[in-house]
């Protein structure tokens, strides 16, 4: 199975899970820590680093975003820096594609 398709039935499965998972705190536009200290970086995309004003504005959108919603994170591996990698969907809605049509990073 090619990895396109892997992701794709991965997401088809987890979109059937009702299950909310919780994210204790947003480190940037792009990675946030889950219950556990998990660190996840989101799959899909680069946001500003923080050193820049657009990189303040996108992490304080994602925080405003996922206040009091539930949150599914479907995980897929660990990247070179011990990271989670993962999709991460706001009630229902891929954060990753989201930030996308807010312009709040780029495609990766």
């Known amino acids: 199975m090619t990895g396109t398709r892997m992701i794709c039935l991965v997401l088809v499965i987890a979109s059937l899970c009702g299950c909310s998972e ?28 923080l050193d820049c004003f657009a990189g303040v504005m996108a992490r304080e959108y994602v925080v405003d975003y996922i206040k009091d919603k539930p949150i599914r994170i479907v995980r897929w591996k660990k990247d070179k820096y011990g990271r989670t990698l993962a999709w991460i969907f706001v009630d229902g809605v891929n954060l990753s594609e989201h930030l996308l049509t807010k312009g709040c990073r780029r495609w990766k």
Do not use: F, Q, S
């Not at 705190?25 to 946001?47: M, N």
């Open 22 to 49: 919780r994210i204790n705190y947003v480190i940037d536009g792009d990675t946030v820590v889950a219950l556990g200290h998990e660190k996840i970086r989101l799959l899909g995309i680069d946001c500003p680093e």
